[in-house]
């Protein structure tokens, strides 16, 4: 049975930090590339970075220089570092692969 946990979300200040985690189980992290996705209120879901089965990492240009995907194979886990926030970045995370996709978690940035 595959499935993704996305956690780690919450309320932060503007310029604060946060690490996501997206623990998977059912397959294997050298199995299937991982991609974190965010959907904010009333738009579309947009996708932010990805790590491939190599740790390759990819990064779209709302992810590029303030957040950083990683992996952990011993824990079958893939991160997501997100550094200086904005309110901008507030939204539902997701993280998601070819086998599937995680619940998400609610991350607010906010004063």
């Known amino acids: 049975d595959v499935q993704l946990q996305a956690s780690g979300g919450g309320l932060v200040q503007p310029g604060g930090s946060l690490r996501l985690s997206c623990v998977v189980s059912g397959f294997t992290l050298d199995g299937y590339a991982i991609a974190w996705f965010r959907q904010a209120p009333g738009k579309e879901r947009e996708g932010l970075s990805c790590?491939?089965?190599?740790?390759?990492?990819y990064y779209m240009d709302s992810a590029e220089g303030r957040f950083t995907i990683s992996s952990d194979n011993a824990k079958n886990t893939v991160y997501l570092q997100m550094n200086s926030l904005k309110p901008e970045d507030t939204a539902v995370y997701y993280c998601?692969?070819?086998?599937?996709w995680g619940q998400g978690t609610l991350v607010t940035v906010s004063s």
């Open positions: 998601a692969s070819p086998a599937g």
């Open positions: 790590i491939n089965t190599s740790g390759r990492t």
